[in-house]
Nanobody
Framework: QVQLVESGGGLVQPGGSLRLSCAAS????????IGWFRQAPGKEREAVSC????????YYADSVKGRFAILKDNAKNAVYLQMDSLKPEDTAVYYC???????????????????WGKGTLVTVSS
């Protein structure tokens, strides 16, 4: 049984940093596509960052490029999202998701990811 468990969310002031963690079990992240997605209130879920297992490429949404970084630790079977220079518009529930092959990052296709965590809330506010 595959489980993805996120942690590290919380309240942070604009300009601050947070590091989200996702611990995986029942799935080897080294050979899986793994990424972070988010859903803000009233908005569609969107891909934030994702690492493909097919070609090793990494996707970042334009809105987070230069501020967020995805990191994978194969030894710990975990993935992280380092978020710097946070903005109020980054407020959302952040989900870790995995797939056997692909990163579903096109809007409207994120449901294609095979496995999802329950999410962790990030609130950016002064």
């Amino acid at each position: 049984q595959v489980q993805l468990v996120e942690s590290g969310g919380g309240l942070v002031q604009p300009g601050g940093s947070l590091r989200l963690s996702c611990a995986a079990s029942g799935l080897t992240l080294e050979s899986s596509a793994i990424g972070w997605f988010r859903q803000a209130p009233g908005k569609e879920r969107e891909a934030v960052s994702c690492m493909s297992s097919v070609d090793g490429s990494t996707y970042y949404a334009d809105s987070v490029k230069g501020r967020f970084a995805i990191l994978k630790d194969n030894a710990k079977n975990a993935v992280y999202l380092q978020m710097d220079s946070l903005k109020p518009e980054d407020t959302a529930v952040y989900y870790c998701a995995a797939d056997e092959y692909l990163c579903a990052v096109v809007p409207g296709t994120t449901y294609l990811m095979d496995y999802w965590g329950k999410g962790t809330l990030v609130t950016v506010s002064s």
